[in-house]
C-alpha cells in the first residue's frame, strides 16, 4: 500500500499525547497528595467547574475545596488509604451533582470533576433494559458481521450519535470499517479502508489501555494544568488513564475535516490485543455522560467477548477439521517408503492442511512440488534465502515479495508462504503456496496524503475523506491461525516420522550387520571345511581311474564325471570362501597403475584365450585409488566374464577403457557377446543368480557378486547395460583419494 514518509510517521511518535499539560474544558482534574489529600495540581478551569475559589499554591486539601467532612472527602480519603486503582461516584457539591472519577498514579491521585446533565437523566433510565435487550439477541448473531451490525444500532441508540462505526484493524493496523448504522447526516464509511497512519502506534496502545474516548467538540480549547510540571517529580503528568485528557490537535483537525464536531471511541480488546473500533460521530457537538459512556464501555467488553468466543469456536473447528487431514496424512506416511513420495502421492491432503494453492518439500537439494508451485530453481533460491534467516519453527508471509525482493517474480503462485524447516543440518523444508490475489481496496480517501506539514513545520491531517480505489497485487490472503497451527504440528509430526525412521534404520543397520557377520562366519566354516571332501573326492576318483585301466566306456564315463562334478564343488567352495573372506578384510589403500593391471589380467587370461583370434581395444586407463589385489581381481572378473561370453563371436571384440572425473574414476569393460535382457539385470550381481545356463557357459555365479562387493568396499558404483545378442558393458567407478572409502569391515 501507499506509505507515509517517514520523517512524517517520527512526527507523530512523538507527540506527547500521554502528557498534553491541560484537558478538555468540559470537565476539571486536581491531583491530591495520598496522605494529606494537598491539592498539589489542578486545570485552570478547577474554580469554574466547581464555582468555587481554587488556590494553585499547594495550600488547600480538598476538604477545604469541596467541603470538610462530607461524602466526597470521606470516600476519597478512604480510596487514598485502600488498593483500588479507580472509581467513579456521583457527589453533590452545594447542591449540584457532579460525577467525580478517580485514579490511583505515582504521580498523586488524580480527581475528575464533571457536571451532571440532566438532560442524560432519562437516557440513562433506559441502560439496563438496552442492554439487557442486546445480550437476550445477541445470541442469535452467529457470525462476526452480524454481532458488529447489531453493536453499531445499539451504540447508536445508546448515545444518539449521527453515525456509529465498527472498525477492525488488519495485521498491517490499517483499519476497515465493517459495520455502520448511521442517520444519514453524515456520509456513509461502510467498507473503506483507513491507513495505518491515521491511528499512530502510540495512539493504539492509549486504546488499547483505556478503553473509551470522548471528545464533546473538536474546537475547544485546551484548559492547562497548573503548575506545568507535577510538583510530586518535576516532570509532565502522567494523563493515560485520565478520561478528560486533551487530545492531539492534529486528531481535532482531522476530526474537522473529516466533518465531526463530536467523537466517542470504544476499544474492541481480546486477549489483551487492540481488535477494533467502535467508532461515534457527530455533526454537531455532542456531550455524553460517565453514566451512558459506562454503559458503552461495558458493550465494548461484551462485545469483545463475544466476538472472541465465536472467532474462537471457528478456529475450534478448522483446527478439528485440519487435524482430521493430518492424521489421515500421517497415517498413509507411515506406510510410505518414504514422507517425501509420500506427501506428492497424497497432493489433496498435503494442500489442505493450510488450504494452500501449491506445496514442495526440498531435502538433500531434491524438490518435490505438488499443485501450483514456482519453477524449481526458484524454490531451491528461496530456501537458501530461508536458510540465511536461521528460521527455527516456522516462516509465513502473505507478500513474499516485501521480505525477499525476488519474490515479485513468483508472485502469480507464491507471495504466500508458509515454511517449516525440518533439518537442523541441512537447509530442508516444507512449503506451502498462495498466489497473490489482486485486489480494489477502497480507501477513505488518498493514504498518501495521510499526513503533510506546513511551512513552519507543523503535522497536519489529509483533507479529503472522499473515496479512493487502489490495485493491490504481490499479496495473498493471510494465513488464519489455524492454518498456520496446522502447520506447525505437522512439521513436528514429519519431524517425529523422520526420526523414527532413523531409529528403525538404525536398528535395521545394526541387525544387518549381526547378520552378515554370522552369514560370514557361517559361509567361512562351510567353505573351509568343504575343501577337503571335494579334493579328496576328485582325488580318489583319478587314482581309481588309473589303477582301472581296462574300465568300460560308461563307467569310465561316470567317473569322469565325478571328477568334474568335484572340481567344479572345489571352484565353488573357492569362491565362496573368498566371498566371505572379502567382508572380513581390511582394505590396504594404494595408487593403482590400471594399465599395468590391465597387462597382468591380459597375460593371466592368455590360456583361457587359447587360440582364438580377440581382438582387443585398450584405451586410456587412468591410476585409482584402492586396494590393488581387490581391484585387480574385480577388473579380472569383468574381462574373464567378457571373453567368457563372447567366446562364440567371430571373433570375439573386447573393449577396456576408463575416463577421469572431478570426483572419481570410471573404468568399463565392452564386449560383442550374447549380451542379456536388461529386465533381468537386477540378478546379475546376486550370489548364485545367472541369466544363461550351466551348459551354455560353465561358472560358479559368484564372481560378478564377488566384483560388486569389492566396488561397494571402495565406495564405488557397478552398473551393466546389455542386449539379447548385442553384447554387454559392464563399467565401475572408484572414489578419488580425496573421498577415500570405506577402510574398515564391511
Given at each position: 500500500?501507499?506509505?507515509?514518509?517517514?520523517?512524517?510517521?517520527?512526527?507523530?511518535?512523538?507527540?506527547?499525547?500521554?502528557?498534553?499539560?491541560?484537558?478538555?474544558?468540559?470537565?476539571?482534574?486536581?491531583?491530591?497528595?495520598?496522605?494529606?489529600?494537598?491539592?498539589?495540581?489542578?486545570?485552570?478551569?478547577?474554580?469554574?467547574?466547581?464555582?468555587?475559589?481554587?488556590?494553585?499554591?499547594?495550600?488547600?486539601?480538598?476538604?477545604?475545596?469541596?467541603?470538610?467532612?462530607?461524602?466526597?472527602?470521606?470516600?476519597?480519603?478512604?480510596?487514598?488509604?485502600?488498593?483500588?486503582?479507580?472509581?467513579?461516584?456521583?457527589?453533590?457539591?452545594?447542591?449540584?451533582?457532579?460525577?467525580?472519577?478517580?485514579?490511583?498514579?505515582?504521580?498523586?491521585?488524580?480527581?475528575?470533576?464533571?457536571?451532571?446533565?440532566?438532560?442524560?437523566?432519562?437516557?440513562?433510565?433506559?441502560?439496563?433494559?438496552?442492554?439487557?435487550?442486546?445480550?437476550?439477541?445477541?445470541?442469535?448473531?452467529?457470525?462476526?458481521?452480524?454481532?458488529?451490525?447489531?453493536?453499531?444500532?445499539?451504540?447508536?441508540?445508546?448515545?444518539?450519535?449521527?453515525?456509529?462505526?465498527?472498525?477492525?484493524?488488519?495485521?498491517?493496523?490499517?483499519?476497515?470499517?465493517?459495520?455502520?448504522?448511521?442517520?444519514?447526516?453524515?456520509?456513509?464509511?461502510?467498507?473503506?479502508?483507513?491507513?495505518?497512519?491515521?491511528?499512530?502506534?502510540?495512539?493504539?496502545?492509549?486504546?488499547?489501555?483505556?478503553?473509551?474516548?470522548?471528545?464533546?467538540?473538536?474546537?475547544?480549547?485546551?484548559?492547562?494544568?497548573?503548575?506545568?510540571?507535577?510538583?510530586?517529580?518535576?516532570?509532565?503528568?502522567?494523563?493515560?488513564?485520565?478520561?478528560?485528557?486533551?487530545?492531539?490537535?492534529?486528531?481535532?483537525?482531522?476530526?474537522?475535516?473529516?466533518?465531526?464536531?463530536?467523537?466517542?471511541?470504544?476499544?474492541?480488546?481480546?486477549?489483551?490485543?487492540?481488535?477494533?473500533?467502535?467508532?461515534?460521530?457527530?455533526?454537531?457537538?455532542?456531550?455524553?455522560?460517565?453514566?451512558?459512556?459506562?454503559?458503552?464501555?461495558?458493550?465494548?467488553?461484551?462485545?469483545?467477548?463475544?466476538?472472541?468466543?465465536?472467532?474462537?469456536?471457528?478456529?475450534?473447528?478448522?483446527?478439528?477439521?485440519?487435524?482430521?487431514?493430518?492424521?489421515?496424512?500421517?497415517?498413509?506416511?507411515?506406510?510410505?517408503?518414504?514422507?517425501?513420495?509420500?506427501?506428492?502421492?497424497?497432493?489433496?491432503?498435503?494442500?489442505?492442511?493450510?488450504?494452500?494453492?501449491?506445496?514442495?518439500?526440498?531435502?538433500?537439494?531434491?524438490?518435490?512440488?505438488?499443485?501450483?508451485?514456482?519453477?524449481?530453481?526458484?524454490?531451491?533460491?528461496?530456501?537458501?534465502?530461508?536458510?540465511?534467516?536461521?528460521?527455527?519453527?516456522?516462516?509465513?508471509?502473505?507478500?513474499?515479495?516485501?521480505?525477499?525482493?525476488?519474490?515479485?517474480?513468483?508472485?502469480?503462485?507464491?507471495?504466500?508462504?508458509?515454511?517449516?524447516?525440518?533439518?537442523?543440518?541441512?537447509?530442508?523444508?516444507?512449503?506451502?503456496?498462495r498466489p497473490e490475489v489482486v485486489q480494489t481496496v477502497r480507501w477513505g480517501g488518498d493514504p498518501r496524503a495521510a499526513k503533510?506539514?506546513?511551512?513552519?513545520?507543523?503535522?497536519?491531517?489529509?483533507?479529503?475523506?472522499?473515496?479512493?480505489?487502489?490495485?493491490?497485487?504481490?499479496?495473498?490472503?493471510?494465513?488464519?491461525?489455524?492454518?498456520?497451527?496446522?502447520?506447525?504440528?505437522?512439521?513436528?509430526?514429519?519431524?517425529?516420522f523422520v526420526l523414527q525412521r532413523a531409529e528403525e534404520r538404525a536398528q535395521l543397520t545394526e541387525e544387518l550387520q549381526r547378520?552378515?557377520?554370522?552369514?560370514?562366519?557361517?559361509?567361512?566354516?562351510?567353505?573351509?571345511?568343504?575343501?577337503?571332501?571335494?579334493?579328496?573326492?576328485?582325488?580318489?576318483?583319478?587314482?581309481?581311474?588309473?589303477?582301472?585301466?581296462?574300465?568300460?566306456?560308461?563307467?569310465?564315463?561316470?567317473?569322469?564325471?565325478?571328477?568334474?562334478?568335484?572340481?567344479?564343488?572345489?571352484?565353488?567352495?573357492?569362491?565362496?570362501?573368498?566371498?566371505?573372506?572379502?567382508?572380513?578384510?581390511?582394505?590396504?589403500?594404494?595408487?593403482?597403475?590400471?594399465?599395468?593391471?590391465?597387462?597382468?589380467?591380459?597375460?593371466?587370461?592368455?590360456?583361457?584365450?587359447?587360440?582364438?583370434?580377440?581382438?582387443?581395444?585398450?584405451?586410456?586407463?587412468?591410476?585409482?585409488?584402492?586396494?590393488?589385489?581387490?581391484?585387480?581381481?574385480?577388473?579380472?572378473?569383468?574381462?574373464?566374464?567378457?571373453?567368457?561370453?563372447?567366446?562364440?563371436?567371430?571373433?570375439?571384440?573386447?573393449?577396456?577403457?576408463?575416463?577421469?572425473?572431478?570426483?572419481?574414476?570410471?573404468?568399463?569393460?565392452?564386449?560383442?557377446?550374447?549380451?542379456?535382457?536388461?529386465?533381468?539385470?537386477?540378478?546379475?550381481?546376486?550370489?548364485?543368480?545367472?541369466?544363461?545356463?550351466?551348459?551354455?557357459?560353465e561358472g560358479t555365479g559368484i564372481g560378478l557378486a564377488l566384483t560388486k562387493r569389492i566396488i561397494d568396499r571402495h565406495g564405488?558404483?557397478?552398473?551393466?547395460?546389455?542386449?539379447?545378442?548385442?553384447?554387454?558393458?559392464?563399467?565401475?567407478?572408484?572414489?578419488?583419494?580425496?573421498?577415500?572409502?570405506?577402510?574398515?569391515?564391511?
Amino acid at each position: 500500500m501507499p506509505s507515509v514518509p517517514h520523517d512524517l510517521l517520527d512526527q507523530c511518535a512523538r507527540e506527547p499525547i500521554r502528557i498534553p499539560g491541560g484537558i478538555q474544558p468540559h470537565g476539571a482534574v486536581a491531583v491530591l497528595r495520598p496522605e494529606d489529600l494537598v491539592v498539589i495540581q489542578a486545570s485552570a478551569n478547577l474554580g469554574a467547574i466547581l464555582d468555587r475559589p481554587v488556590a494553585f499554591d499547594g495550600s488547600q486539601t480538598l476538604g477545604d475545596l469541596v467541603g470538610p467532612r462530607t461524602a466526597l472527602e470521606n470516600d476519597v480519603r478512604l480510596w487514598a488509604g485502600g488498593t483500588d486503582t479507580a472509581f467513579l461516584e456521583q457527589y453533590q457539591i452545594d447542591g449540584r451533582t457532579f460525577h467525580v472519577s478517580g485514579q490511583r498514579t505515582s504521580q498523586g491521585l488524580i480527581l475528575e470533576f464533571e457536571s451532571f446533565d440532566e438532560a442524560e437523566r432519562g437516557r440513562s433510565a433506559s441502560l439496563y433494559q438496552l442492554l439487557r435487550d442486546f445480550l437476550d439477541n445477541s445470541d442469535g448473531l452467529k457470525t462476526v458481521a452480524d454481532l458488529s451490525a447489531g453493536v453499531a444500532a445499539e451504540v447508536q441508540t445508546l448515545t444518539g450519535f449521527n453515525r456509529v462505526l465498527i472498525y477492525r484493524f488488519d495485521e498491517d493496523w490499517n483499519g476497515t470499517v465493517i459495520a455502520e448504522k448511521g442517520d444519514g447526516t453524515l456520509p456513509s464509511y461502510l467498507d473503506l479502508r483507513f491507513p495505518a497512519s491515521d491511528i499512530p502506534a502510540q495512539a493504539r496502545e492509549l486504546y488499547r489501555t483505556n478503553r473509551l474516548r470522548l471528545i464533546p467538540t473538536a474546537t475547544y480549547t485546551p484548559a492547562p494544568l497548573i503548575p506545568a510540571l507535577c510538583p510530586t517529580d518535576g516532570a509532565p503528568l502522567d494523563m493515560s488513564f485520565v478520561a478528560l485528557r486533551s487530545v492531539s490537535p492534529v486528531h481535532l483537525e482531522y476530526m474537522r475535516n473529516m466533518g465531526t464536531a463530536a467523537s466517542l471511541s470504544i476499544s474492541i480488546v481480546i486477549d489483551g490485543q487492540l481488535w477494533g473500533l467502535i467508532s461515534c460521530h457527530h455533526a454537531q457537538p455532542r456531550y455524553v455522560g460517565p453514566q451512558i459512556r459506562a454503559a458503552c464501555d461495558f458493550l465494548g467488553r461484551i462485545v469483545a467477548q463475544q466476538i472472541a468466543a465465536r472467532e474462537r469456536a471457528a478456529e475450534i473447528d478448522e483446527r478439528l477439521q485440519l487435524k482430521n487431514i493430518e492424521t489421515e496424512l500421517v497415517a498413509h506416511l507411515a506406510r510410505a517408503p518414504g514422507f517425501q513420495a509420500g506427501l506428492v502421492d497424497c497432493a489433496s491432503q498435503w494442500l489442505a492442511l493450510t488450504n494452500s494453492a501449491g506445496a514442495a518439500v526440498v531435502t538433500n537439494g531434491i524438490v518435490l512440488a505438488a499443485g501450483k508451485a514456482p519453477p524449481i530453481d526458484s524454490i531451491l533460491a528461496l530456501v537458501e534465502w530461508l536458510r540465511t534467516r536461521n528460521v527455527d519453527q516456522i516462516y509465513a508471509t502473505r507478500s513474499l515479495s516485501a521480505d525477499w525482493p525476488p519474490g515479485k517474480n513468483i508472485a502469480g503462485v507464491a507471495s504466500g508462504v508458509i515454511a517449516v524447516p525440518i533439518s537442523r543440518l541441512h537447509a530442508s523444508f516444507i512449503l506451502w503456496f498462495r498466489p497473490e490475489v489482486v485486489q480494489t481496496v477502497r480507501w477513505g480517501g488518498d493514504p498518501r496524503a495521510a499526513k503533510a506539514t506546513d511551512t513552519a513545520g507543523r503535522l497536519h491531517p489529509r483533507l479529503s475523506f472522499e473515496a479512493w480505489k487502489q490495485e493491490v497485487r504481490e499479496r495473498a490472503q493471510p494465513w488464519r491461525s489455524a492454518e498456520l497451527l496446522s502447520a506447525a504440528d505437522f512439521r513436528g509430526a514429519i519431524i517425529n516420522f523422520v526420526l523414527q525412521r532413523a531409529e528403525e534404520r538404525a536398528q535395521l543397520t545394526e541387525e544387518l550387520q549381526r547378520s552378515n557377520k554370522e552369514l560370514e562366519a557361517f559361509s567361512y566354516s562351510i567353505s573351509h571345511d568343504l575343501r577337503a571332501p571335494f579334493r579328496h573326492i576328485a582325488g580318489y576318483a583319478e587314482l581309481l581311474g588309473e589303477e582301472e585301466p581296462d574300465l568300460k566306456a560308461l563307467s569310465r564315463h561316470y567317473l569322469d564325471g565325478i571328477i568334474a562334478a568335484a572340481l567344479s564343488a572345489g571352484e565353488l567352495v573357492d569362491d565362496l570362501l573368498h566371498f566371505s573372506q572379502l567382508g572380513r578384510t581390511n582394505l590396504k589403500m594404494s595408487r593403482i597403475d590400471m594399465t599395468k593391471v590391465m597387462a597382468e589380467i591380459r597375460r593371466s587370461l592368455a590360456i583361457t584365450e587359447g587360440q582364438r583370434p580377440v581382438e582387443w581395444e585398450i584405451g586410456v586407463l587412468p591410476p585409482a585409488w584402492g586396494d590393488t589385489t581387490l581391484v585387480r581381481q574385480a577388473l579380472f572378473n569383468l574381462v574373464d566374464n567378457a571373453l567368457k561370453y563372447s567366446r562364440d563371436a567371430t571373433p570375439p571384440r573386447i573393449k577396456v577403457w576408463g575416463q577421469d572425473r572431478p570426483d572419481e574414476v570410471l573404468y568399463c569393460v565392452e564386449d560383442n557377446g550374447v549380451g542379456f535382457d536388461m529386465n533381468y539385470a537386477g540378478k546379475l550381481f546376486q550370489v548364485f543368480q545367472r541369466l544363461h545356463r550351466q551348459e551354455d557357459f560353465e561358472g560358479t555365479g559368484i564372481g560378478l557378486a564377488l566384483t560388486k562387493r569389492i566396488i561397494d568396499r571402495h565406495g564405488g558404483t557397478l552398473e551393466a547395460k546389455g542386449a539379447v545378442g548385442q553384447g554387454a558393458a559392464f563399467s565401475f567407478t572408484l572414489p578419488k583419494r580425496q573421498t577415500g572409502g570405506n577402510r574398515g569391515h564391511a
